[in-house]
C-alpha cells in the first residue's frame, strides 16, 4: 500500500509532468481566450444589471401612483384595452367613457403601456389620467379617422373643401373636462399625415390632436402632446381653459401646421409653464376667417400666456415651401413663437404674454392680417419677452393675403390698435422690430419701453415701420424708428415722430 502511494505520488509529480501542464495552460488560454472573454463580459454585465435592480428595488424611486380626483374611478385595461401598440383599443376607450357618461362623470386611468386607438370622444365631468410611459397613440391611418362639417366659423375646411377630419381625441357642449396625468404621452403618429399632405394625397383638411368645441372649465396639464397630423391643441369657443405643465412636440422641419396651441374664439384662457416646440407656430390665437369669421362673431377674449419657452420652425423643408409658393403664399412660412392671426376676424382683445423665451425660430411675435379680415386686435401686452436666435423679433403685418374662397369682402380692413411692448430682451436677433402697416390699416398706440436686442444684421434699418403711430418711452436699443414718439421717463417729448406713414421698411425674409 505505501509502496502504491509512494509510486503514484512519484509519476503524478515528476518534472517533466509539470513543465508539460504549465505549457498546456497558455496553450488552452490562448485557443479559448475569445470564448473566455466572452462569458467574463456576461458575467460583468449580469453582475451589473444585478446591482442596478437591488438598488432600485430598494432605494429607487417607487413607481408613482395614480391619484383619485373623482369619486368614481376606472383603468382602462377593465375595458379590455390592450396597450402592446398593436391591439386596436377603439372600443374599449368608447366603453369606459359611456361608462362615466352614464355613472354621471368619473376618472379613466390609462396606465403604462402603448394604447393604439382610432379617435374617440370625451363627456363632461371626467378626468382622463395619463399615468408615468402612458402613451396614447393614434392610428395612422386616415380611414378610420371620422369626417365632421367645416367649422362654422372658416367655411368650408382649412386645406380642402367640404369635411374634415375629425381629432384623435375630441369632445364637443362639454363642462368640467380634465386631462392630466403623470406626463403621460398623446402621440398623433403625424408622419404618415404630413408625407400624405406633401404629395397631395389626402382628399380633406387633416385633424387636430385634441379639440374640445362649445365646452368650458377645461383643465390640460402635465402631460405631453406630440407629432400633431395638424394643430395640436385646438379649444374652439371655449371658456375658462386652463393648459398648464404640457410638452408639446413636432419635428421643426417636415411637419406641416403642426402649431402647439391654437385657441380659437375662445375666453378666459391661461396658458402657463410649458414647452413648446413644433414646425409651425407656437401658439396662435384665432377667430375665424374673412367673412366666415366675421358672421360667427366669436373674439378670442381674456387670454394670459405667461412663463412659456417656444421654439418654432426655423428653416422650412423643402417640399413644404415648394407646396406653399404654388399657392402664392410664401409668406406662411414664416412661423413664430407666439401669434396672433391670421384667421382673427372675430376679433382678438384682452390678451397679455408675459415671462416668454422664444428660441432658435423664424419670428419672436407676430400680428398677422389683411384686407378681408375685418375683426380688430387690440388691447395686446407683451411684458418680459426673451429672444434667443430669433431671425425677427417682433412682426405686425397687414397683407397675409390668404382667403377661404372669392367671396371675401376686400373693404373688411381690420383694426390693429393698443399694443404694447414692455421689457425686450434678446441676442442674436437680426431684425428686432418690423411693422409693416398700410395706407388702408394702419397700426396705431404702439409703445416700446425697455428694450435691449443684441443685433446680428448690419444695415441701416433694423427697426423697421410703415404707417404706425406710436411711442417710446426712455432709452431703447437699438434706436426706434422715425414714425413713433419719443418720450424721456418722465413722460417729456424728446423727439417727435417726422411722420407715421414713411415707409422705413427693407424686405428680408
Given amino acids: 500500500m505505501v509502496d502504491s502511494l509512494r509510486f503514484s505520488r512519484s509519476t503524478s509529480f515528476r518534472p517533466d509532468s509539470r513543465r508539460t501542464l504549465l505549457q498546456w495552460i497558455p496553450q488552452f488560454l490562448s485557443f479559448h481566450r475569445t470564448p473566455l472573454a466572452l462569458i467574463w463580459a456576461l458575467g460583468f454585465v449580469f453582475i451589473i444589471a444585478w446591482q442596478r435592480a437591488a438598488v432600485d428595488r430598494f432605494w429607487g424611486p417607487p413607481a408613482r401612483s395614480i391619484p383619485r380626483l373623482r369619486p368614481l374611478v376606472f383603468n382602462l385595461a377593465d375595458f379590455g384595452a390592450v396597450g402592446d401598440g398593436i391591439t386596436v383599443n377603439t372600443k374599449a376607450f368608447e366603453r369606459a367613457v359611456s361608462e362615466i357618461w352614464r355613472r354621471g362623470g368619473g376618472q379613466l386611468n390609462v396606465e403604462a403601456g402603448r394604447w393604439l386607438t382610432a379617435p374617440f370622444n370625451l363627456t363632461s365631468h371626467m378626468t382622463l389620467f395619463l399615468a408615468q410611459n402612458a402613451v396614447i397613440l393614434g392610428i395612422d391611418d386616415e380611414n378610420h379617422w371620422l369626417l365632421m362639417p367645416p367649422l362654422p366659423s372658416y367655411g368650408f375646411g382649412r386645406e380642402r373643401a367640404g369635411p374634415r377630419y375629425g381629432s384623435l381625441i375630441h369632445g364637443q357642449n362639454l363642462t368640467d373636462v380634465v386631462i392630466t396625468g403623470h ?201 418680459n419677452l426673451t429672444l434667443d436666435n430669433v431671425r425677427v423679433g417682433i412682426v405686425i403685418k397687414t397683407d397675409y393675403n390668404e382667403h377661404p374662397d372669392e367671396g371675401y369682402n376686400p373693404n373688411a380692413l381690420p383694426l390693429i390698435e393698443d399694443i404694447r411692448f414692455d421689457g425686450i430682451r434678446g441676442q442674436g436677433v437680426r431684425i428686432p422690430v418690423r411693422i409693416y402697416g398700410s395706407q388702408e390699416i394702419p397700426v396705431r398706440n404702439v409703445s416700446f419701453k425697455d428694450m435691449l436686442v443684441g443685433i446680428t444684421y448690419k444695415k441701416k434699418r433694423i427697426f423697421q415701420c410703415s404707417y404706425v403711430q406710436g411711442h417710446v418711452i426712455g432709452k431703447i436699443f437699438p434706436a426706434p424708428c422715425e414714425n413713433l414718439d419719443v418720450y424721456d421717463e418722465q413722460g417729456r417729448l424728446v423727439r417727435p415722430s417726422t411722420s407715421q406713414s414713411s415707409d422705413d421698411t427693407e424686405y428680408d425674409p
Fill in 183 to 383: 406626463n403621460g404621452t398623446i402621440n398623433g403618429q403625424g408622419q404618415t399625415w404630413w408625407t400624405k399632405y406633401r404629395k397631395n394625397l389626402l382628399n380633406y383638411t387633416r385633424g387636430p390632436l385634441l379639440q374640445l368645441m362649445w365646452s368650458r372649465d377645461i383643465h390640460i396639464s402635465d402631460v405631453t402632446l406630440r407629432d400633431s397630423p395638424f394643430w395640436t391643441l385646438h379649444p374652439y369657443d371655449c371658456q375658462n381653459v386652463t393648459i398648464s405643465n404640457v410638452t408639446i412636440l413636432a419635428p421643426l422641419s417636415g411637419a406641416p401646421n403642426t402649431d402647439g396651441i391654437d385657441p380659437d374664439s375662445c375666453k378666459n384662457v391661461l396658458i402657463e409653464n410649458s414647452y413648446i416646440s413644433v414646425g409651425d407656430d407656437g401658439i396662435a390665437i384665432k377667430s375665424g376667417w374673412d367673412q366666415y369669421g366675421i358672421a360667427y362673431g366669436r373674439p378670442s377674449a381674456n387670454i394670459l400666456i405667461r412663463n412659456v419657452v417656444v421654439r418654432s420652425m426655423i428653416r422650412s423643408d423643402d417640399s413644404y415651401v415648394a407646396i406653399l409658393l404654388l399657392k402664392n403664399s410664401d409668406d406662411r412660412i414664416r412661423f413664430a413663437g407666439v401669434s396672433i392671426g391670421s384667421e382673427m376676424s372675430g376679433g382678438v382683445t384682452n390678451v397679455t404674454v408675459e415671462n416668454l423665451l422664444v428660441w432658435n425660430s423664424k419670428r419672436g411675435i407676430r400680428i398677422k392680417t389683411s384686407a378681408g379680415r375685418g375683426g380688430f386686435v387690440q388691447h395686446i401686452t407683451y411684458q
